[in-house]
């Protein structure tokens, strides 16, 4: 089993940057692909970004390519979403995923484990 949970969501005017964290535990991650995904109000979970088990290949949204930023830290087992240039239509619950998987899903039915979500929200 696998323990997810996500720290750094808030409150951030538009045009700012956050940086939400996901830890893992009860497991490594170095063998698991990890992808963030994020569900707005009345709206589906949809994908942001993910990464891969070495971190050597990422994938983006297309809403979010440019401006948003997916890293980890297999030592410390730990993922990174940086969000820059931040918009009020990027306002969601942020939750990070994993899957003892080679590729990134895009998908929320290509991971087997979720933490509980941070609130992100961008005012106008």
């Known amino acids: 089993q696998v323990q997810l949970v996500e720290s750094g969501g808030g409150l951030v005017q538009a045009g700012g940057s956050l940086r939400v964290s996901c830890a893992a535990s009860?497991?490594?991650?170095?063998?698991?692909?990890m992808g963030w995904f994020r569900q707005a109000p009345g709206k589906e979970r949809e994908f942001v970004a993910g990464?891969?088990?070495?971190?050597?290949?990422?994938r983006y949204a297309d809403s979010v390519k440019g401006r948003f930023t997916i890293s980890r830290d297999n030592a410390k087992n730990t993922v990174y979403l940086q969000m820059n240039s931040l918009k009020p239509e990027d306002t969601a619950v942020y939750y990070c995923?994993?899957?003892?998987?080679?590729?990134?899903?895009?998908?929320?039915?290509?991971?087997?484990?979720w933490g509980q979500g941070t609130q992100v929200t961008v005012s106008s």
């Open positions: 990464i891969r088990w070495s971190g050597a290949s990422t």
């Open positions: 995923a994993a899957v003892r998987a080679w590729v990134v899903a895009v998908t929320p039915a290509g991971y087997d484990y």
């Open positions: 009860g497991r490594t991650l170095s063998s698991y692909a």
